[in-house]
């Protein structure tokens, strides 16, 4: 018998990639999720698995446990929009999916003895001075801008995390994920890859934020929730936090450059404003998820980007 699981925010990009692969993997699974960024169509082929149900349900509510099943083993808490454009469309709703969902879902593993991972992210180093990221690097977020409700939310909930594990000696697991892309990323979710995506085979202008020298480290998909998988079922003990991302790193312009290559668009690049306190550089150190996990990606981003973009190219 697998592991009775529960996913949150199991309906979004990752989250859905994860039900599909514990599902292969033998558990049961159970996807909580306010379908506030997620979409049917991300988990539909899955309704008619009988190890598959869906709750629809908002993280940050009251921790009620019904209709949750009361045997959970295992709690993947995914539950929050990632994408900035989302994010800060209700800022205070999104700490409270941070914070109050961790609290939630910590009740929970501590009530049902479950296992829990964190979905925490390279946000926590906000506009890092420091690179690449460790993760002993404490960051440099601005506490008051914009991306604060996500990267506050993010850093409160992994104190949470380390203070259940020290009060209560709940069994965690948090994972730092650098920017990830691949199928099911909504074609309208704002963040770059998408963005570049869908423009390039519209035929659009590429839109560049700032002067596109800024960079980021992207991890395809299926490299990101097999690392995800082996955290949960990583030592006793291990409770991380655990950089998980690709190291390649690139400017905007060069994935600009490399979108419009593999999409053979002869879209235009038009230059927009930097949004506020949009990191500069970001690449992640992945040391510890090579020594503890015995993890580095596999995909390059050429081949990533060509399976994306024949997704997105699908959905046209
Ligand atoms: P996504 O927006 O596609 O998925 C998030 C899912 O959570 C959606 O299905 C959404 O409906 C659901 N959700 C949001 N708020 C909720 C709430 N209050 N209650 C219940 N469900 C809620 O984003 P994603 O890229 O799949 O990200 C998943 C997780 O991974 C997030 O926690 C995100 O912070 C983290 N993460 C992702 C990336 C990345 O590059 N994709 C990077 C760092 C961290
Ligand atoms: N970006 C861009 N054009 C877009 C969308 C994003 O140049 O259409 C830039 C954005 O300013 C940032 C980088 O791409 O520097 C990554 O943005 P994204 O929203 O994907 O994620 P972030 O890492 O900022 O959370």
Not at 39 to 44: F, G, L, P, S, V
Not at 99 to 112: D, I, K, Q
Not at 151 to 162: C, H, I, S, V
Not at 167 to 181: A, D, W
């Amino acid at each position: 018998m697998g592991a009775n699981v529960l996913v949150t925010g199991g309906a979004g990009f990752l989250g859905s990639h994860l039900c599909d692969h514990l599902l292969k993997e033998g558990a049961s699974v159970v996807c909580l999720d306010n379908f506030m960024t997620g979409q049917e169509a991300n988990i539909a082929h899955m309704q008619n698995n009988p190890a598959f149900s869906v709750v629809q349900r908002d993280v940050a509510d009251s921790v009620d446990q019904s209709p949750i099943p009361s045997i959970i083993e295992e709690i993947y808490n995914l539950a929050c929009p990632a994408s900035p454009v989302h994010y800060q469309e209700n800022p205070v709703h999104t700490l409270q999916t941070s914070v109050w969902g961790a609290f939630n879902m910590l009740e929970l593993a501590r009530r049902t003895d479950a296992k829990i991972l964190q979905a925490s992210t390279s946000e926590v180093y906000g506009d890092a001075l420091l690179s690449p990221q460790t993760e002993s690097y404490h960051g440099n977020v601005n506490p008051i801008g914009i991306r604060a409700c996500y990267d506050e939310g993010k850093r409160a909930a992994e104190t949470l995390f380390f203070d259940y594990h020290r009060l209560y000696e709940t069994r965690i697991k948090v994972v730092r994920i650098f920017n990830t892309y691949g199928p099911r990323m909504h074609p309208a979710d704002g963040r770059v890859v998408s963005n570049f995506i869908m423009q390039a085979l519209r035929g659009e202008d590429i839109t560049i934020y700032g002067d596109g020298r800024q960079t980021r480290s992207f991890c395809y998909v299926d490299d990101l929730i097999e690392v995800i998988y082996r955290m949960m079922h990583s030592r006793e003990g291990f409770t991380g936090p655990v950089n998980i991302g690709n190291p390649g790193e690139f400017t905007m312009l060069e994935l600009a450059e490399r979108v419009l290559s593999l999409t053979g668009s002869r879209s235009k690049l038009v230059f927009k404003p930097l949004p506020q306190d949009d990191p500069k550089q970001r690449k992640p150190d992945i040391g510890r998820a090579k020594t503890e996990l015995g993890w580095e990606p596999k995909v390059p981003l050429d081949e990533g980007l060509t399976m994306t973009i024949d997704w997105f190219k699908r959905g046209l």
